[in-house]
């Protein structure tokens, strides 16, 4: 069965440029999670997608949205980059059939800003 | 406000030996409780879990303890292997409502043979 997974690997941006990163879940899944890991910080819940809608959103400025598709994939963009948002993004999905939705991460994409 | 807190960026042992990892939470209404691993270039992947209800759980080599009243969980590694060395995350969530994890800031386990 495959696993999540995430494109692209790597990514180098300038400040004030756009970025989108892709997510597709482990098929079955339904539930797709986005987290921030910034140097030093653990992972940072920005948002989480279920059957197509945004079910919930972390402590993140309006710069960065996404959205999941009909076949459960989904995007996050962040628009107008600044530096601080150089980080690993980690994509996640679950099943809500799981006992307690255990979550399955992808190996992330790597986004360097300049 | 760090919710979830791992207090020891990294920690070193010798193999063979227990490892411990830490990790604090702040918010009483968490009620399910996870360890991640995470290796170079991948991403974390579960390890354990436990639930509120409980103050211990086991899975071959690894084990979970949970101080409510402390708030405080601990990952216990007998014995420890090169193997093992990685990046572990705590995490803290709720089991109804928002699903979405609370991680810490992980800390790094070097398994020294």
């Known amino acids: 069965e495959a696993g999540v997974t995430q494109s692209p690997t790597h990514l180098i941006k300038t400040r004030g440029q756009q970025v989108t990163l892709r997510c597709s879940p482990i098929?079955?899944?339904?539930?797709v999670y986005w987290y921030q890991q910034a140097l030093g910080l653990g992972l940072q819940f920005l948002l989480w997608?279920?059957?197509?809608?945004?079910?919930n959103r972390g402590n993140f400025p309006p710069r960065f949205s996404g959205r999941q598709f009909p076949n459960y994939s989904s995007e996050l963009n962040v628009n107008a980059l600044e530096l601080e948002d150089s980080a690993l993004y980690l994509c996640?999905?679950?099943?809500?059939?799981?006992?307690?939705?255990?979550?399955?991460f992808g190996p992330g994409t790597r986004l360097t800003v300049l | 406000d760090q919710q979830v807190k791992q207090n020891s960026p990294s920690l070193s042992v010798q193999e063979g030996r227990i490892s411990i990892l830490n990790c604090d939470y702040t918010?009483?209404?968490?009620?399910?409780f996870l360890w991640y691993k995470k290796y170079p270039a991948e991403g974390p992947t579960f390890l354990i879990s436990?639930?509120?209800?409980?103050d211990k759980n086991e899975d071959g080599r690894f084990t979970v303890f949970l101080n409510k009243s402390a708030k405080h969980l601990s990952l216990h590694i007998v014995p420890s292997q090169p193997g093992d060395s990685a990046v572990y995350f705590c995490?803290?969530?709720?089991?109804?409502?928002?699903?979405?994890?609370?991680f810490g800031t992980g800390t790094r386990l070097k398994v020294l043979a």
């Open positions: 436990i639930s509120s209800i409980k």
């Open positions: 918010n009483s209404m968490f009620d399910y």
């Open positions: 997608y279920d059957e197509g809608e945004e079910r």
């Open positions: 996640a999905s679950s099943s809500q059939g799981l006992p307690y939705n255990e979550q399955f």
């Open positions: 995490a803290a969530s709720f089991t109804s409502g928002t699903y979405k994890y609370i």
């Open positions: 098929s079955g899944h339904t539930s």
